[in-house]
T-cell receptor
Framework: AQSVTQPDIHITVSEGASLELRCNYS??????LFWYVQSPGQGLQLLLK??????LVQGIKGFEAEFKRSQSSFNLRKPSVHWSDAAEYFC??????????????FGKGTHLIIQP | DTAVSQTPKYLVTQMGNDKSIKCEQN?????MYWYKQDSKKFLKIMFS???????INETVPNRFSPKSPDKAHLNLHINSLELGDSAVYFC?????????????FGPGTRLLVL
């Protein structure tokens, strides 16, 4: 069965500093990978996704992520964070059984705190 | 226009009651999902519906039943509510694309069982 690990439960970053959130996955076939962001009391917003092709994918709000098959990783990065980036970030893997989408398997999330 | 909407946004009820949460999507997608987010913010798939057929059903209690009157709606009915059902429930939708589906989420329904 597939699984997603986000090793950092909390991360604190100063405003203007760079950010990297880690994500490792376990899945036997080619994974479809996603990053979602959840602001307090809100729903989930898609930041970016990887299906195939270029392993560096660009998303909204200045985020990017790099797929590294050899490391089973899909880390999220941003060169300079803003206070509005404070939120919960979820990495997810999508699987397909042939009969339809199986739904997403999520990591446990990383809570991002921005220091002034 | 809201792509995936849920009602109600908040639901407070007593143990033992029966309640429903509604979900509608205007994206023309053919698959809809329900997820549960627990108090530790862990998200887990509960159900999905594709063309009115239930295609996955995780190990959720049979007190939970998804109902899809049409392709744009997937409602979640919960019987005999328990304290442990308190959570945030998210609806999502996607268009089938041989696995390359992107799921779009609703704003969530915050259920509190007293």
């Amino acid at each position: 069965a597939q699984s997603v690990t986000q090793p950092d439960i909390h991360i604190t970053v100063s405003e203007g500093a760079s950010l990297e959130l880690r994500c490792n996955y376990s899945y036997g076939a080619t994974p479809y990978l996603f990053w979602y962001v959840q602001s307090p009391g809100q729903g989930l917003q898609l930041l970016l996704k990887y299906f195939s092709g270029d392993t560096l994918v660009q998303g909204i709000k200045g985020f990017e992520a790099e797929f590294k098959r050899s490391q089973s990783s899909f880390n999220l990065r941003k060169p300079s964070v803003h206070w509005s980036d404070a939120a919960e970030y979820f990495c997810a893997v999508g699987t397909y059984s042939g009969g339809g989408a199986d739904g997403l398997t999520f990591g446990k999330g990383t809570h991002l705190i921005i220091q002034p | 226009d809201t792509a995936v909407s849920q009602t109600p946004k908040y639901l407070v009820t007593q143990m033992g009651n029966d309640k429903s949460i509604k979900c509608e999507q205007n994206l023309g997608h053919d698959t809809m999902y329900w997820y549960k987010q627990d108090s530790k913010k862990f998200l887990k798939i509960m159900f999905s519906y594709n063309n009115k057929e239930l295609i996955i059903n995780e190990t959720v209690p049979n007190r939970f039943s998804p109902k899809s009157p049409d392709k744009a709606h997937l409602n979640l009915h919960i019987n005999s509510l328990e304290l442990g059902d308190s959570a945030v429930y998210f609806c999502a939708s996607s268009q089938e694309d041989s696995g390359r589906e992107t799921q779009y989420f609703g704003p969530g329904t915050r259920l509190l069982v007293l």
